[in-house]
């Protein structure tokens, strides 16, 4: 009692000298636990409604590029024994089509495919804009007019639960009408640091110490490794080891954590798509076909008129092995990738581990070879593209493995954990209702 006091006394504070009608403040290390390696964004939302204090909490962990096989095949110990206590999928998650990180972010919040959502890839062109998004752009990342669907978070706040959202993909954004309640700016010199890491961790802690009415019922974390390291080592160094048990040690000590603060949290650990090692050198698709009146990005391919998507299409469809290439509208029904002109036209898919580009840097521009890992690839047919999943809490039960899933899913399996309906979308709740204690009942609101 004496602790939510004091939290409360320093939220009151903090009220007192930011204001609440200002907009969005910046909090750090104002007295209740907050971490200034990791500093948050608050916007304010009003407390939480009556029904949303009764509900229990979901903290939701990603692990960049950590391949559905790493745990067991390095022995990740507080990962495996995560899965022991709830629920896992030994032979991994399917993500979405790209299996970039972007795209898979967002799709897990909102349960819908790339191309229904808005991401189609890390970076695009968008024909009707006439614009590009990038990941590496900040005034596109933080524009909520790039993105459809409803976050988890947006759909959260607007049924008046608190949410918080620490570095996840979309997150600085204003999407659906909503931000979360308390968010991170991303920083890519410090979000991998050893503080940086640390501060998730007493960051979400200090948040789930805050009096009821104000602290967040989701938390929603992102951690950047093994991806790095798979990029640059490959997916069998023992650097990316060494990554995956340092992110496993990451998730024990935000486990034992939470588990400290005695609230009923479902934690639940997944990655956004896999690693392989990449084979051969760039390909690039200048060298098969003319793509003058071409917008590029990537492979992506985008052609003002009807006549130059055919003339290329043409050239490049028995060019090479290395890839397949299709019209927009015929790309094949099981990737969903197939409706968005942001996906461009024609398409050019790989058929293995090959890094493809529609053109080399500019004459005199350094032209470095592919990562060693890669991903992006369909995980129909190429298995190391598949993602983790681990889950455990007061609503979930015990010892149970599923078998691979689609990452669209867990939306809809993630709000019913939290007591919330959901917008239509891709996923559906009967394919994970087996792992919840109530069999995904239908829910009182």
Same mark, same amino acid.
């Given at each position: ?43 304010? +939302? ?62 897990? !919040? ?9 991401? !189609? ?26 993105? +459809? ?7 959260? *706040? ?12 979309? +997150? ?98 997944? +990655? ?14 200048? *060298? ?54 942001? *996906? ?102």
């Amino acid at each position: 009692m004496r602790l939510r006091a004091a939290c409360r006394k320093a939220l009151a504070s903090f009220v007192l000298t930011f204001g609440l009608a200002a907009g969005p403040v910046l909090l750090a290390g104002q007295g209740t636990g907050f971490n200034p390696a990791l500093p948050l964004t608050h916007t304010e +939302s009003g407390p939480n409604s009556a029904w949303a204090q009764q509900q229990h909490y979901v903290v939701l962990v990603s692990l960049d590029g950590f391949r559905f096989d790493y745990a067991k095949r390095d022995h990740a110990t507080h990962l495996l024994a995560l899965g022991r206590q709830g629920v896992w999928a030994p032979e991994g998650m399917l993500p979405s089509f790209p299996s970039l990180t972007f795209p898979n972010h967002f799709t897990i !919040v909102t349960g819908l495919y790339p191309e229904h959502h808005g991401l !189609v890839a890390n970076s695009f062109y968008d024909p009707a804009r006439k614009a590009r998004y990038a990941i590496a752009d900040a005034q596109a990342v933080t524009d909520g007019s790039w993105y +459809s669907g409803v976050p988890l978070w947006s759909l959260a *706040e607007s049924r008046g639960m608190r949410t918080a959202v620490l570095l996840w993909p979309g +997150s600085e954004a204003q999407i659906a009408g909503f931000r979360p309640s308390w968010y991170a700016h991303f920083d890519g010199k410090t979000e991998a640091t050893p503080e940086a890491q640390q501060a998730r961790i007493d960051d979400a802690v200090a948040l789930l110490r805050l009096p009821a009415a104000d602290r967040p019922h989701f938390i929603a974390m992102y951690y950047s490794e093994p991806d790095h390291e798979g990029h640059e080592f490959g997916p069998d160094a023992p650097q990316t080891r060494a990554a995956e048990q340092k992110m496993d040690a990451q998730v024990g000590k935000l486990k034992a954590a939470l588990d400290a603060t005695g609230l009923p949290i479902d934690v639940v650990v997944v +990655s956004d798509h896999g690693m392989i090692k990449s084979q051969d050198g760039w390909v690039t698709l200048d *060298e098969f076909a003319d793509l003058q009146g071409f917008e590029t990005d990537g492979p992506l391919l985008y052609a003002d008129t009807e006549e130059d998507r055919v003339r290329v299409y043409n050239q490049l469809k028995k060019a090479s092995s290395q890839f397949t290439v299709y019209r927009l509208k015929n790309v094949p029904a099981n990737l969903d990738a197939n409706q968005n002109p942001r *996906e461009g036209d024609p398409v050019v898919i790989a058929t293995g581990p090959y890094a493809i580009r529609a053109h080399a840097p500019e004459a005199g521009k350094p032209d470095h070879p592919p990562t060693a890992g890669m991903h992006g690839f369909d995980p129909h047919i190429m298995p190391e593209m598949k993602a983790s999943f681990f889950a455990a809490g007061p609503d979930i039960v015990e010892g149970k493995t599923v078998a691979p899933f689609e990452n669209v899913n867990l939306y809809p399996w993630l709000a019913h954990m939290l007591g919330l309906s959901v917008p239509k979308n891709d996923g559906s709740l009967n394919i994970l209702s087996g792992t919840l204690r109530d069999g995904g009942a239908d829910l009182e609101k």
